[in-house]
């Protein structure tokens, strides 16, 4: 018998659709290709034994500012390490930049250039819970805080005006924060989501959970079963006549869900999903190491992520070449969750996950220029790898068919990729179609691991086909 609803695609979006419909009490079934849930949130042995690696997203700047998973209470299901230092920043010349949790022992460790970094991100730390609402819905609304929103803005915008820095380090600190939206775009969409994951650093902190993300998904489908919904997995949807549901979430790319709806959305709006802006893609590297990361700076193993690439110049210059070619010294962003998590892997053993961005669907393998960077600030690094597997572009797709060319975004992120997510509107889950809705990252608030797609997709579903608040 037809559930009241069907969702497509079981990764954190699509979990979160499903359980925020299941709360409101429909009955709801969850079909997913994979033989897991989880999509780019997943951990899994590969091929070193007792080594366990996220397959995707490893650190996660969201889950602790996320409204909808403090709602739920994400964080009484999931066991969450939070590094006291949320992200470093090694330079070429041997000093480092630490984002420390603690704004005022990061403005303290950076000496003169401190004050400077504290004007800017102090009144954004302080408001962060407000600026979390604001940014994790769509742009197009009232805001709910205006003063948070203008606090926010202003900041953003000196971001980027020369001569408004923070100084040579803290500005790289930034920049490497900005950088995680591929592209080394240099307009307010990137500057301003480099504010607020730095701001989230000092903030409520960039968690590790135990066991890896895979947890996280499986908290998620979890609540969603004691909420009495269903999960299909290892079941593929490729056209919308194989669901008998009149109500259905798409926690896919909107190429994917115009091939799967067919004719049952529109031409135009059919040419718009088939026709989304991507960005970069991405090359992973998973590595077992037979010892600790041995950084020239000890400091380093304290941090959850760090980011290479030298200074914000550098960075935005390798970001902006990749649009279209390979960079030989690309920005790298690094964690080491063995440091904080030893289920991670064997006794004394270590895993190391570490991306970098390239042309979208580049089938190249970036491990050597990957191994190069690491052992800048790492000397003797090569030493301690055992086991190394590299995911290049195609490869991120094979695993999860909505990282269409690699692009783990959803799409291009600049303002217009931001705006118009996929179509410029106050409701842009909500399709044409009745009954069709899309919840994946390619709808706002965009990237990251925080289930808000999907559960602004469900509310939206929930008030048009069910009459529910």
Known sequence: MAHDAAVIGAGPNGLAAALQLA???????????????????????LGYRGAIHDLGSAVHPMALV?????DI???????????EISFAHPMADGRVGLGYRDLARTVQSLGAEGPGYARMLGP?????????EILMHPLIRVPKHPVALATFAVRAAAMMVPGLSTGE????????????????GRGPASTGAGL??????????WPIPVGGSQTISDALASMFLAAGGRIETDTEVTDLAQLEESTVLFDTSPEAMARIAGDALPAKYRKRLA???????????????NSPVPWRNAELAGAGTIHLGGTAAMIGREERRIRTNVSSAPYAIVSQPSNFDPSRAPEGKHVLWAYCHVPNGHPGD????????????????RDTIEYAQRTNAPGLVAQNPNLVGGDISGGVTDIRGMLARPVLSPDPWRTPAKGLYLASSSTPPGPAVHGMNGYLAAQSALRHEFGLR
């Open 169 to 184: 380090i803290g500005t790289a600190m930034l920049a490497g924060c900005s950088a995680h939206t591929a592209g080394g």
């Open 23 to 45: 709360r409101a009490g429909l009955s709801v079934r969850l079909i997913e290709a994979n033989p897991t849930v989880g999509g780019a949130a997943r951990t899994r042995e």
């Open 196 to 205: 607020f994951l730095a701001a989230s650093a000092h903030g409520a902190g």
């Open 275 to 289: 026709s989304t802006r991507r960005g970069p893609g991405s090359c992973l590297i998973h590595y077992v190491l």
């Open 73 to 83: 209470g994400l964080n009484d299901h999931v066991d969450f390490r939070v590094p």
């Open 124 to 132: 954004v730390v302080r408001g962060i819970e407000e600026t979390a």
């Open 66 to 70: 996320s409204p909808f998973f403090m």
């Open 366 to 381: 970036m491990r050597e220029a990957m191994d190069r960077q690491i052992e800048a600030v790492a000397p003797g690094f």
